[in-house]
């Protein structure tokens, strides 16, 4: 097994290929520990895990406790995505649960600095964020606290967000998550306007981050994804369908890896 002197370089250890993380939302809970070894035994290198708290996103997830369970069966990369309002209230509860990396959204933080604007709704434009006096310097701090705790740091968009309200905090990232479906529900389209902003991505970040993409990525999309510069491609029913959770991550991984 492989050492790592902080659960930040064990997720920087991600960014050196391209890497499917399995979304745990879409397995079947009642057979968690099995779903998970058999991801292990794929091949797998990290899991992914969201958490929604019914306000940010209209839907209730799983919390503490579960993302504690997966810790206790795996060392395999725990990638944790904070879809919450209030999303800096949880970062050294989740690091103590075992997560590795942590993710929150641009739009939670923007609608904390100015409410009422539904930026977690609605998207957030580069000119809306520009007018937000505090919010840059916030989502700075909220990065540093992630990396104070020794774990990498995301950032995360929604669809009807502009991209390049990204661009400020490429440089404290470990990981920058396009959302390719209104973030609360598996199952949806994959929206095609995240092909142009892994395309951004792909040419403004840094070494060593991870471009991600999370919502309707599946054996229809991968392609796309990939060749617009994805390197985490978040897929969630596409892997646990049809109870063929091996079968399924070996295939889908061979595509991915393919030139």
């Not at 998550?177 to 792909?202: C, T, Y």
């Amino acid at each position: 097994m492989e050492y790592f002197n902080s659960p930040r370089e064990k997720f920087r250890s991600l960014t050196s290929s391209r890497t499917i993380l399995p979304s745990l939302l879409a397995c079947d809970f009642a057979n968690l520990e099995r779903d998970i070894h058999e991801l292990e035994e794929s091949g797998a290198s990290a899991l992914h895990l969201d958490i929604m708290d019914g306000h940010f996103v209209p839907n209730l997830s799983f919390g503490i406790p579960v993302v504690e369970a997966v810790r206790r069966v795996t060392d395999l990369v725990l990638d944790v995505h904070l879809m919450l309002s209030t999303p800096e209230s949880y970062f050294e509860v989740f690091k103590n649960a075992g997560a590795d990396g942590i993710t929150f959204h641009a739009e939670a933080l923007a609608d904390l600095d100015k409410p009422n604007q539904n930026f977690a709704r609605n998207g957030c434009r580069v000119t809306q964020f520009r007018e937000i006096e505090t919010v840059a310097s916030h989502i700075h701090s909220a990065l540093d606290k992630i990396h104070t705790l020794g774990l990498a740091a995301g950032l995360s968009i929604i669809p009807p967000s502009d991209v390049e309200i990204l661009e400020p905090f490429l440089c404290k990232c470990e990981n920058i998550l396009i959302m390719s479906v209104m973030p609360g529900f598996g199952g949806q389209k994959f929206d095609p306007r995240a092909k142009e902003k892994l395309s951004w991505l792909h040419n403004h970040v840094m070494p060593g981050t991870l471009i991600s993409v999370d919502g309707g990525v599946n054996e229809n999309t991968l392609a796309d994804c990939k060749n617009h510069g994805a390197t985490g491609l978040v897929m969630g029913t596409a892997i646990f369908k049809n109870n063929q959770t091996k079968n399924n991550f070996v295939k889908l991984n061979n595509e991915l890896q393919a030139d």
